[in-house]
């Protein structure tokens, strides 16, 4: 565990704030043989969503992981291709049920596409992940009403 927020610390430390994504883009990371994302969010960042693209699939070849599938949902729910997005979110979760950011992108996908019903799920799922509260269902709670 130790292990895991020094490697956290050393990352924010090496960043630019703006080339980070938001902390629970990659927040549910379990073992220790996981790929830093460091350059693939940055890229994701800086909108160069083909090289994420690139990276995210060289680590996804590598050893399957939920953070990897849903930076990968991410990026390409950006690029617009929900249908595949859907499929990278829908992995993440099969890995790990209790991904925050996945529920969190997912929803959001969820309310791109008008599907309201599951945006609304998703939310559900945050709640019961965080009854006290947390960013990735603050920020869905945004967007759901933000969209109505």
Do not use: W
Request: some cysteine; charged content about 25%; aromatic content about 6%.
């Amino acid at each position: 565990m130790m292990k895991h927020i020094l490697l956290a610390l050393a990352v924010i430390a090496a960043a630019p704030a703006a080339a980070i994504l938001p902390a629970h883009a990659v927040d549910n990371i379990e073992s220790t043989d996981a790929p830093d994302l460091t350059s693939v969010r940055a890229k994701i960042a800086a909108k160069d969503y083909s090289g994420a693209l690139t990276e995210l699939r060289g680590f996804a070849n590598e050893s399957p992981q939920a953070d990897v599938y849903n930076l990968m949902g991410y990026t390409l729910r950006k690029t617009g291709d929900y249908r595949t997005s859907l499929t990278y979110y829908t992995k993440a979760l099969e890995l790990q049920p209790d991904h925050r950011a996945a529920r969190e992108y997912l929803g959001e996908l969820y309310v791109e596409t008008g599907d309201m019903p599951h945006a609304r799920a998703q939310l559900a799922e945050l709640t019961r992940l965080c009854p006290a509260g947390c960013e990735e269902r603050d920020d869905l709670q945004r967007a759901i009403t933000a969209a109505n």
